[in-house]
Nanobody, 125 residues
Framework: QVQLVESGGGLVQAGGSLRLSCAAS????????MGWFRQAPGKEREFVAA????????YYADSVKGRFTISRDNAKNTVYLQMNSLKPEDTAVYYC??????????????????WGQGTQVTVSS
């Protein structure tokens, strides 16, 4: 019954921007910290960004810090990932995930209870 649905992926030139959205249903959204992960072809899934339940605390991978911004709108049951200054190495399938753990922003992948289906982001050089 719980669903996380990503959208907003697509093809963009290097240096451009893109905003991903993840709409949640079937859960009490404000009770879950949210994260974004990505997986490039032939590579392991990697952490991108996380946000705590209230939206007041965020955490980023070093590779995206200063370029990406995670945010959430609990009234809309949606978490966002604003991606600026995109690089070809950002090309991947991006996944959102939800965890019932609280008190912080970052949690390891195995702590996440639910995952979306992913959305493709391709950055051309």
């Amino acid at each position: 019954q719980v669903q996380l649905v990503e959208s907003g992926g697509g093809l963009v030139q290097a240096g451009g921007s893109l905003r991903l959205s993840c709409a949640a249903s079937g859960l009490t959204f404000s009770g879950y910290a949210m994260g974004w992960f990505r997986q490039a072809p032939g590579k392991e899934r990697e952490f991108v960004a996380a946000i705590n339940r209230s939206g007041g605390t965020t955490y980023y991978a070093d590779s995206v810090k200063g370029r990406f911004t995670i945010s959430r709108d609990n009234a809309k049951n949606t978490v966002y990932l604003q991606m600026n200054s995109l690089k070809p190495e950002d090309t991947a399938v991006y996944y959102c995930a939800a965890t019932s753990r609280g008190g912080s922003a970052y949690y390891p992948p195995r702590d996440y209870n639910y995952w979306g289906q992913g959305t493709q982001v391709t950055v051309s050089s």
